[in-house]
């Protein structure tokens, strides 16, 4: 050690079987006249420090939900007139009328806006998902319903890839279409004009083991035209509050990380090697019922 005695710091080792672990080093002096010799003390603290950062985490979700609830609120009265008026002007209006689309979207927008705000609201209060087999399909494609006009603005090429015959998986429908329309929203902003944003769902072959089914899983891949990810920006993907848009909140992909957490599910965003950042969900086809929900740590 350097310096004076005693000594304390946290660093990391390798253990016997190869992993890394947390440790507590401590040093001192024998206490003994006559003595020179220094004790080291050594401390496996990763299980400490896991519960710390999980602690931490809960913390910033609970910090996150309520600021996410007021938002959600605060937006539904106000939009329940816009909707309102909106829906009244598309119902007057002759199909032939110039402005009819325009109508039609700003509907879209509203009513894209007032599910996410219910979903938003049903998170931050710690509901419980409504578990149903659905196809994950259908639900990315009732998604892209709600963004056809903002990718149009963009000229955006959105290429869909559905796998046929894929198993179903038990999910809140409502709760996932929030993570999908998150994770294309996110796609068309980092997209540039005219660029191509990939849509794709498989059964990867590692869910086949000498032929035999073993637990398979569903993937869900988007993938955009943009610059991709910074190694700095990938270190805080999921923390609440933090985001790389000018006008962006920093909830989106911390309330999805949640969501897909609650679901036990996996959300993994990477750069591709051409260039672009890929957004990959896993779900697993196994039924899950609500005694087995929890929040990963």
């Known amino acids: ?37 220094i004790l080291l003390y050594v401390k496996d603290i990763t299980e400490q ?42 119902q007057i209006t002759d199909k032939e009328f110039w402005g009819r689309e325009a109508i039609e979207a700003s509907l879209e927008g509203a009513q894209r ?12 209060r710690r509901m419980p998902p409504v578990l149903k087999p659905e196809s994950i399909n259908e639900i990315v494609d009732s998604s892209l319903w709600f963004l056809k006009f903002t990718s149009r603005q963009k000229n955006l090429d959105i290429k869909t890839h559905f796998a046929d015959e894929l198993p179903s998986i038990t999910v809140d429908s409502k709760q996932i279409q929030q ?20 849509i794709a ?36 993907l999921f923390e609440p509050f933090r985001t790389t848009k000018a006008k962006g909140t920093g909830l989106g992909l911390a309330l999805s990380k949640h969501i897909i957490d609650r679901h036990n599910a996996e959300i ?27 929040v990963k740590g």
Do not use: C, W
């Not at 609830?69 to 598309?90: C, D, K, S, T, W």
């Not at 051409?274 to 929890?294: C, D, K, N, Q, W």
């Open 1 to 37: 050690t350097q310096g004076k005695l005693p000594y304390s710091a946290e660093t990391v080792m390798k253990a016997k079987s190869g992993d890394l672990i947390d440790v507590d080093l401590s040093a001192g002096p024998v206490a003994q006249p006559y003595d020179n010799r």
């Open 49 to 90: 420090k896991r519960m710390r950062l999980k602690l931490v985490e809960g913390e910033k979700i609970m910090l996150m939900g309520y600021f996410a609830a007021g938002i959600a609120h605060e937006i539904r009265n106000p939009l329940a007139a816009v909707m309102m008026n909106l829906q009244y002007l598309f």
């Open 113 to 124: 806006i007032e599910q996410v705000a219910n979903n938003t609201l049903n998170v931050a």
């Open 179 to 198: 993570v999908v329309l998150n994770l294309l929203q996110n796609a068309i902003d980092a997209s540039p004009q005219d660029g191509i944003i990939s």
């Open 201 to 236: 769902t498989n059964l990867p072959e590692e869910s086949l083991f000498n032929g035999e089914s073993v637990s398979p899983k569903v993937f869900l891949a988007i993938k955009d035209s943009g610059s991709g990810i910074s190694s700095e920006e990938s270190q805080h």
């Open 268 to 294: 993994r965003l990477e750069t591709a090697p051409e260039g672009g950042t890929i957004a990959r969900v896993i779900f697993s086809t196994e039924p899950i019922t609500l005694g087995t929900l929890h």
